[in-house]
């Protein structure tokens, strides 16, 4: 039996969080542990434009959009595999996600997040490098970075 009974994992669409979400599937199912799911949504670039111009048109919705999609595929895999997952969609503006993913693990009282080591930047940012390192010093519980 696992000592893990809450598993936050957070995704980003890229193949690493994929891996991530697959391994928290394994240990969810394993330990009969309840898993969170998060996808930070960073709308700072929704703010700045891609090009450093003010964007013409509002795209908070789009990235949130894009990210409850994202949400919504992490937890069909996690349904297929027997389990049913928590969903949480957080926001932020500009900063390291690693803020978000924290948060919401004590929120959820988690005993153990999991990450995909090479996220993506930009809508899918989750953890590149820094970020990634900034959760597992930060974290009071046991980080489990799972390579892309």
Do not use: N
Request: aromatic fraction near 4%; hydrophobic fraction near 45%; glycine fraction near 10%.
């Amino acid at each position: 039996m696992s000592a893990y009974r809450r598993i936050l994992v957070a995704v980003d669409g890229s193949p690493a969080s994929s891996k991530g979400l697959r391994e928290a599937l394994r240990l969810a199912k394993a330990g009969r542990a309840k898993l969170c799911i998060v996808h930070v949504v960073d709308e700072f670039y929704a703010f700045a434009g891609f090009d450093g111009m003010a964007p013409t048109q509002d795209l908070v919705p789009v990235f949130r959009e894009a990210g409850k999609r994202i949400l919504a595929k992490a937890e069909a895999v996690a349904r297929k595999a027997g389990i049913k997952p928590k969903t949480v969609l957080r926001e932020m503006v500009g900063g390291p996600a690693a803020g978000p993913i924290l948060s919401e693990a004590r929120k959820q009282r988690a005993d153990l997040i999991v990450l995909g080591t090479h996220g993506r930047r930009g809508v899918r940012r989750l953890v590149l490098g820094s970020d990634a390192e900034q959760v597992v010093r930060s974290a009071s519980v046991p980080v489990l970075l799972v390579r892309g």
